[in-house]
């Protein structure tokens, strides 16, 4: 099995910043990808970044310029430097990643964090 565990969500103003750390551990063969996703209340998972091990990311319009998101590959960890945060951004943040994990042979896997809350005060 593959875990991730998050870190760094809280309580800012408007105009702040924040940033998430995401650290996957377990039997891991190899990661493809490593994104964050937020819900927020009464609306439904949302992608917010992600990034695949060739290093292409991919942002939501929403978050595009004010977002940026990173990884260690060698820590298997994910980042997510939010700044300029909007009471729209408050949610719930998940982690999630994709790949193969360490069996054998290897199997493709899934997985997602636990969530950690994110919240903007106007």
């Known amino acids: 099995q593959v875990q991730l565990v998050e870190s760094g969500g809280g309580l800012v103003q408007a105009g702040g910043s924040l940033r998430l750390s995401c650290a996957a551990s377990?039997?891991?063969?190899?990661?493809?990808?490593m994104g964050w996703y937020r819900q927020a209340p009464g609306k439904q998972r949302e992608l917010v970044a992600d990034?695949?091990?060739?290093?292409?990311?991919n942002y939501a319009d929403a978050v595009r310029g004010r977002f940026t998101i990173s990884r260690d590959n060698a820590k298997n960890t994910v980042y997510l430097e939010m700044n300029s945060l909007k009471p729209e951004d408050t949610a719930v943040y998940y982690c999630?990643?994709?790949?193969?994990?360490?069996?054998?042979?290897?199997?493709?896997?899934?997985?997602w964090g636990q969530g950690t809350q994110v919240t903007v005060s106007s």
């Open positions: 999630n990643a994709k790949g193969y994990d360490g069996s054998w042979p290897p199997s493709v896997f899934g997985s």
């Open positions: 377990g039997s891991i063969f190899k990661i493809n990808s």
């Open positions: 990034i695949i091990s060739g290093g292409s990311r």
